[in-house]
């Protein structure tokens, strides 16, 4: 496969391809007057990619405010905007870049607390509960803001609201939409009103970040589901159709960390009842779940090594040896918690039912609990205020999974992930723009970095269409997007067309890659790593692969790299040379960077800390696009 990276090393300068730009021909020109000249008034497809959060916590989330988190939703978007904020350990922070949108997601369950509790409001007071849970909060220790998590955990385990029946929760969510509304910048900056509906059934995670599309006027008229409400993700579908059809509004739900689910997110059962899943129940969760958080600081979701023993770069900030609560991790769990082992397993479903129950895109989010949306390696912020910068070992040594386990079922903190952020090709920079691009999954996650990747496929590509001025038109006018779906009456095989440039502020990039998924004649499931281009002299075998590493310029004494390796942007055309048309298929693009310093050696440089040794000292951080699904026609 040749590499046309070179074709795009002049524009290195510029914050966005030419090529990743729309401003070139329209999809059809409309002939208003006899003159056939402006060409620009029909021209609708996205030409602009916008990074951001869609899932962080303030002080109206229990577990981030009786933390320490004193950050409100206001904060947050000062923050995530550019502005400089003091952060709850008395800090001045500020981003490098500022996001182009974020999406407060404060838990459901007691929404607002935490601000209750400091108020010492009224209703919360009156409440035996919530009265205890200030006098626990009151003495302003470490151990006693443990103690009071560990009796909130205790009632969400149980399911009974203990505060049942006051209102501050539902004066809370009116500040959170406050605050989105005023936040809210069409053009600039997009906040989204969005809350997380947190259920953790025998602790194990089925979490979803729930969005709207709409403003205060529509998001107003309900009041956040909660666990407490139910567990049942197809309660939650059911109560986001009911907000639909009585506001005529739209909902999105994006469930993340299926590596702490213990095999319940990608489930071949369905959650209360354990009936096999059906097209019905294929269809709800599409159309309520288009996205899948696949990298954050509670691990990466993409594959696992044992999923996928020949791909190396498998294992990537692996948190896999439990859940938040009781029971062993088995192997037999991991293909119904990780992307790629439910992207082939809906292959399947596609066979079987007609429908693919996991057909989404990948997006990524930081989960932060700090009020703070930051996802930098060189400047890792921690995800607790507890553990926000600081020489203290806590930030090391603390225990974030399986505290009260004995043996290795344990994450520590220096175990945590510092990604990830969502990148959405969109027209404009506004909720509608952005959560339409969402919701059609032209989308791709990345661990943090802001590389910018697109990606077509289609059946009529030539390796000439890389050249083309008109590159993005070309990819809609004659296939489809990340995100989109093929189908083909004929034998053509697929063809893709790609282009990625680094961060502008960040690494160089080793290679980019095709991830390919299929299912036989016989309905046996496999997977494929293809290297499309790669960095330097390497060479890719007559099996497309490169198997030579790109190298590693990290400097671990000194937390330093060089771009002396990799480059800084890479393209081409890649028809898959395996393809069979009566075989379902999958493909997305993983593009890798060069070797850098994971947080926790710049950590150690800066603190003056012994480097761990259960951790790399060196990381590639890395995109995963949303898939091309190839269907036969039927």
């Not at 003495?139 to 009974?160: C, H, M, P, W």
């Not at 996650?445 to 910018?452: L, N, Q, S, Y």
Request: proline share 6%; with cysteine.
């Amino acid at each position: 496969m040749k590499n046309y990276s070179h074709l795009l090393i002049g524009i290195l300068c510029v914050t966005q391809f030419n090529s990743l730009s729309a401003q070139d021909v329209p999809y059809t020109v409309v002939n208003t007057s006899k003159v056939k000249y402006s060409p620009y008034p029909t021209q609708d497809h996205p030409n602009s990619v916008y990074f951001g959060d869609t899932h962080l916590h303030t002080n109206n989330s229990p577990d981030a405010g009786m933390a320490g988190t004193t950050l409100g939703p206001d904060d947050a978007y000062r923050f995530a905007r550019g502005e400089t904020v003091t952060s709850s350990t008395g800090i001045p922070a500020k981003l490098n870049r500022p996001l182009d949108f974020l999406v407060v997601a404060d838990h459901a369950e007691n929404l607002g607390l935490p601000v209750a509790i400091r108020a010492q409001d009224k209703s919360l007071m009156d409440n035996v509960w919530g009265r205890e849970m200030a006098e626990l909060f009151a003495q302003g220790t470490f151990d006693s803001a443990r103690a009071a998590i560990d009796k909130y955990q205790v009632a969400l385990n149980e399911l009974v609201d203990p505060l049942k029946g006051t209102n501050f929760g539902k004066t809370a969510w009116g500040r959170i939409i406050d605050s989105a509304e005023k936040f809210n910048d069409p053009g600039n900056f997009s906040t989204f009103i969005g809350f997380e509906w947190s259920p953790a059934p025998t602790g194990r995670n089925l979490h979803r970040v729930v969005i709207f599309r709409d403003g205060a006027k529509r998001a107003l008229k309900v009041y956040p589901v909660s666990a407490y409400d139910t567990e049942d993700p197809e309660k939650l579908w059911e109560w986001m159709d009911a907000y639909e059809k009585s506001t005529e509004g739209r909902i999105l739900a994006i469930p993340h960390n299926g590596n702490l689910s213990n095999g319940l997110m990608f489930d071949d059962v369905t959650l209360t009842d354990k009936k096999p899943l059906d097209a019905d129940y294929a269809k709800k969760r599409m159309r309520f779940e288009p996205l899948y958080e696949v990298t954050q600081t509670k691990g990466d979701s993409e594959s696992h090594p044992l999923l996928s023993p020949e791909d190396e770069f498998a294992d990537f900030e692996t948190w896999d040896v439990g859940s938040f609560g009781p029971g062993a991790k088995t192997p037999d769990m991991f293909p119904r918690e990780y992307a790629r082992g439910a992207y082939k397993r809906g292959l399947s479903y596609e066979t079987k039912i007609s429908v693919n129950p996991f057909k989404f895109g990948m997006i990524g989010s930081t989960d932060s609990h700090t009020g703070l949306a930051t996802v930098e390696e060189n400047n890792f912020f921690g995800k607790i205020a507890a553990l926000e910068p600081t020489s203290d070992p806590i930030r090391f040594e603390e225990t974030v999974i399986g505290r009260l386990s004995e043996g290795d079922n344990k994450i520590y903190a220096r175990q945590a992930n510092a990604a990830g952020l969502t990148a959405v090709w969109a027209r404009e920079n506004t909720r509608e723009s952005i959560w339409d691009s969402m919701s059609r999954k032209e989308v791709y996650a990345t661990t943090g970095t802001r590389i910018r990747i697109r990606v077509f496929g289609g059946f009529d590509f030539k390796k000439e269409d890389i050249h083309r001025s008109d590159f993005a038109h070309n990819g809609y006018e004659k296939g489809v997007p990340m995100g989109g779906d093929l189908t083909n009456a004929s034998n053509k095989a697929p063809a893709f067309l790609f282009q990625a440039l680094r961060d502008p502020d960040g690494a160089n990039l080793d290679r980019i890659q095709i991830i390919k998924g299929w299912e036989d004649k016989s309905g046996k499931l496999h997977e494929r790593i293809y290297d499309i281009a790669v960095s330097g002299k390497r060479v890719i075998d007559k099996n497309g692969r490169c198997l030579e590493a790109v190298g590693n310029t990290v400097n671990v004494k000194e937390a330093s790299y060089t771009n002396a390796i990799g480059k800084a942007a890479m393209g081409g055309y890649w028809k898959d040379p395996d393809f069979n048309p009566k075989e379902n298929a999958f493909y997305y693009v993983r593009v890798l960077e060069i070797p850098t310093p994971r947080w926790t050696t710049y950590d150690t440089k800066f603190f003056g800390l012994k480097l761990p040794t259960d951790v790399p000292s060196s990381i590639q951080e890395r995109a995963y696009t949303s898939p091309i699904w190839y269907t036969p026609k039927k």
